[in-house]
């Protein structure tokens, strides 16, 4: 039985039935306009049956094989069907009772909130009643939930696959199970055969998602929209197995639509850019938001010339022009990612273009592994992921310490990206590269956003999102910034959390590691004044978690606010993350400080060189996977042994720093230690200065200004007498 959630709640609900069905490959095809501020366009999803619901087949490979030459016979005697890419081209006269299907000329029957006109409306979180117990419906339909938000759905359809040419080539393992449901069956088990292609012939895979892309339609599918999720349906088919595993939507997303913002750049220029919302991005794209749905995908977007397209893409995308004014580009992921971490910016963005001295320690991009990384060798063995093109697997990788890199920016601010921001990539990734090994990302691409982003960063595969303010920071706000934006490669992204509300794992194994790999970028400070340094930025960050945990609610405070339910599921998939739209969580910085503070604990207490193996140790054995804190925290107990006897345990941890409010006891310990520095103390004796300086120089103003006004009087009160 589901549990009834409340969408009024500042729970972000995650509504995908991922237990159901899962998807694992996404095709996107949009048109961005900015006269209308809409992203308009149809995605392709590609499915396979979910862990709950799984079905074995036994019969053999020769029936699927014959059953396919039947249908291709079939088809020669039927006329062929060009697939609609305009779905105001069609008109289709169906009506269903509840459902809607769409599609009435170029009108938008919808309300203001996207839904169409069903008699009756999921209400934002679907019920026992929406979902379905799977397991014991009866004769109920099947019912495919996907998150959505903030879009106008105008047409769903099941994709005919099997009509693409040369896919005969994928049906002579797949095995069909119920003869009344041959075609049906065929088309699943294709996409079945597709999906689980080797990792080395991933070109091959994506050629043909895209070809399956195109083919045409095969009949529409039911489907409502709510507050939170689409819901969609096929009549007569009850079970996942049965249901469509590809389906092709039409929609658009609406100039209010809170995944992306629609602005101008900092010199007046129209953009629109994924700005790390809350609500991740369904409403940028029908989509299955949990973490556990992890996904690759193809785009191609369209837009006016003059504007560059940057996306989470493998490929350094070039333009096609289409036709006169209007570019098409292309971008693809091979490793499986959730949906939330896809990212998009679209903007009349100029390429900084490398200075020589810079370009030249980028071409330099391979090595012998530095010495500290020797006991990588061990590590070389099969990865732990579901099978994708890994770079840990690939030796070339392995050894390039500068992935290749572009930064963009507005004309305006490329002198300043030259001056401050180019020269530090290749030596703040080298240093990452030194500290965790291989990069999980085969590139870069650095964007300066516009003025109304909300953070100093923001990190997504293949692309990360710099403030201009880290440009009038100098090198080191701009270096550190850099550093803890490339941290999240490997925390963050290529190790996500399988449970989003432990978003410490991801923001404070960065803010732990910006020091790191900025102390190791500036090779020109010696060991005291990096360690200087991180000791005043330690002391900084203290008083800056004091003063959150001072003046913020104590449940916002908790690292791990599930306890012993992180990470549990619904038994459909669907599940919340909590506190995920409190509008207060959104800036406070206690999962960035505690995570940091917990782990630069440890690292003291085991010895940095013990820890930063263990490190590599956890990003070799997890890339590619998702994780909860216990997945760190035993591996780096069972590497030392010796700890537990002093009472440092996974659960004495999650006691002291993860599951309770305020203030760890330990920091609080240890807060006396940093006033030793002497970095802290000669800055602090420098701000006390400053202070009664600033202090004296107020005395004196206001001593003055009463000297004025005396005066002032004085000449008024003569020239009245005078008068």
């Known amino acids: 039985m589901e549990t009834q959630l409340d969408p009024m709640k500042d729970d972000l609900p995650l509504m995908a039935n991922t237990s159901y069905m899962l998807v694992k490959h996404y095709i996107l095809d949009l048109d961005v306009d900015f006269k209308s501020k809409v992203i308009e366009g149809v995605i392709v999803l590609f499915f396979e049956t979910g862990s709950r619901y799984r079905k074995t087949s036994s019969t053999g490979k020769d029936d699927c094989q014959s059953q396919f030459d039947e249908t291709c016979k079939m088809r020669a005697s039927e006329p062929c069907h060009i697939p609609v890419t305009n779905v105001s081209a069609c008109s289709f006269k169906t009506e269903y009772n509840d459902f809607a299907v769409c599609g009435k000329g170029e009108e938008d029957t919808s309300d203001k909130n996207g839904n169409y006109s069903n008699e009756e409306q999921a209400s934002g979180i679907s019920s026992s009643k929406d979902c379905c117990d799977i397991e014991d419906h009866g004769n109920k339909d099947f019912l495919l939930v996907l998150d959505c938000c903030d879009l106008s759905v105008l047409k769903v359809e099941e994709v005919d696959v099997a009509a693409v040419s040369g896919i005969e080539k994928f049906t002579r393992s797949a095995k069909l199970t119920d003869v009344s449901k041959e075609l049906e069956n065929l088309r699943n088990q294709i996409i079945h055969e597709l999906l689980t292609l080797p990792a080395d012939r991933w070109k091959e895979q994506l050629y043909y998602f895209t070809r399956c892309s195109q083919a045409p339609g095969c009949g529409e599918l039911l489907f409502t929209t709510g507050t939170w999720s689409l819901e969609i349906k096929k009549s007569g088919i009850q079970t996942p197995t049965d249901f469509p595993h590809a ?42 938001e949990p973490p556990v749905a992890l996904s690759t995908w193809q785009a191609s977007v369209r837009t006016a010339a003059g504007f560059v397209v940057l996306m989470s ?59 500290s990384q020797a006991s990588f060798r061990w ?88 403030s201009q303010s ?35 794992i991801s923001e404070g194994f960065a803010t732990f590691l910006e020091d790191i790999f900025w102390a190791r970028a500036q090779q020109q400070l010696s060991h005291d004044e990096v360690k200087g340094q991180q000791e005043l930025k330690a002391i900084l960050r203290w008083r800056r978690l004091r003063d959150e945990v001072q003046n913020s609610e104590e449940e916002l405070q908790v690292l791990r606010p599930k306890k012993e339910s992180t ?35 440890l690292a003291r207490t085991i010895g940095e060189a013990s820890y930063l193996a263990s490190l590599r140790k956890f990003v070799h054995k997890f890339h590619g996977q998702l994780v909860l804190s216990q997945d760190f925290l035993c591996m780096l107990l069972e590497d030392i042994p010796e ?14 720093w993860l599951d309770t409010s305020g203030i760890p006891k330990p920091l609080l310990e240890e807060g006396e230690t940093w006033k030793e520095c002497q970095l802290v103390q000669q800055v602090s004796g420098e701000v006390t200065k400053w202070i009664q300086t600033n202090q004296s120089i107020r005395k004196s103003g206001k001593k003055k200004r009463k000297r004025d006004e005396v005066v002032f009087q004085k000449e008024v009160l003569f020239l009245i007498q005078d008068g």
């Open 379 to 466: 590590h070389e063995e099969i990865c732990g992921h579901v099978e994708y093109p890994c770079r840990f697997q690939n030796p070339a990788a392995r050894l390039q310490a500068v992935i290749p890199y572009r930064v963009f920016a507005p004309w305006c601010l490329m002198e300043h990206c030259k001056e401050h921001l180019l020269h530090l990539i290749p030596q703040c990734l080298s240093a990452a590269y030194t500290t965790l090994g291989t990069h999980p990302f085969s590139r870069l691409d650095v964007l300066i956003v516009p003025s109304n982003f909300s953070s100093l960063g923001m990190a997504s595969p293949h692309i990360i999102f710099l």
């Open 643 to 656: 700890q537990k006897e002093s009472g440092l345990t996974v659960e004495s941890i999650f006691q002291n």
């Open 313 to 371: 893409g493998e490929n350094s995308a070039e333009p096609v022009q289409l036709q006169e004014g209007i570019l098409s580009w292309y971008y693809y992921v091979t490793m499986p990612m959730p949906a939330s971490t896809f990212t998009i910016a679209v903007g009349c963005w100029q390429e900084v273009k490398k200075q020589s001295f810079t370009a030249a320690i980028q071409t330099n991009t391979e090595f012998s592994l530095p010495s």
């Open 247 to 288: 389906i092709r939507i039409w929609y658009k997303t609406k100039p209010e639509g809170r995944s992306v913002t629609w602005t101008t750049d900092q010199t007046g220029r129209p953009c629109v850019y994924t700005m790390g919302s809350p609500i991740n991005n369904r409403a940028l794209f029908p989509c299955q």
């Open 567 to 601: 990470g549990e599921l619904s038994e459909s998939g669907a599940s919340v993350v909590k506190h995920g739209l409190k509008a207060e969580k959104i800036f406070m910085q206690v999962h960035y400080l505690k995570g940091y503070f917990l782990l630069r604990s």
């Open 470 to 504: 880290v440009l009038r920071g100098g090198s080191h706000l701009c270096g550190t910034r850099l550093c803890h934006e490339i941290a999240h490669a490997w925390f963050g992204l290529a190790i996500g959390a399988r449970d989003w509300t432990e978003e410490w």
